[in-house]
């Protein structure tokens, strides 16, 4: 069982920065690959990033590419996404979420088994 927390959510203008943090708890964190998505108000939740289990692979979605970095510290269970240049239209819910790593590509939420509670980013133009 794995529990999940982010925090790091705000308010920033349009070209602003945040880092969002996912803390874990439970047994094996390093066994397993972190994915975020987010969710805007009246939307389907849509794939940002995912890293793999040792943080040396990360895959994003192509709007967000170049803009935002995944990284992890497995020592402190804790999952980063640093996310720049920010639009209004990202404003949304950001969740993190936890699979056990069999090296896939987890970009669907459907294969995920663990999820946080979501920090809600704003970005105002």
């Known amino acids: 069982q794995v529990q999940l927390v982010e925090s790091g959510g705000g308010l920033v203008q349009a070209g602003g920065s945040l880092r969002l943090s996912c803390v874990a708890s439970g047994r094996a964190f390093s066994s397993y690959a972190v994915g975020w998505f987010r969710q805007a108000s009246g939307k389907e939740r849509e794939f940002v990033g995912v890293?793999?289990?040792?943080?040396?692979?990360?895959d994003y979605a192509d709007s967000v590419k170049g803009r935002f970095t995944i990284s992890r510290d497995n020592d402190k269970n804790t999952v980063y996404l640093q996310m720049n240049n920010l639009k209004p239209d990202e404003t949304a819910v950001y969740y993190c979420?936890?699979?056990?790593?069999?090296?896939?590509?987890?970009?669907?939420?459907?294969?995920?088994?663990?999820w946080g509670q979501g920090t809600q980013v704003t970005v105002s133009s």
């Open positions: 979420a936890a699979v056990i790593d069999y090296s896939g590509s987890y970009v669907q939420d459907r294969y995920y088994d663990y």
């Open positions: 890293i793999n289990w040792s943080g040396s692979r990360t």
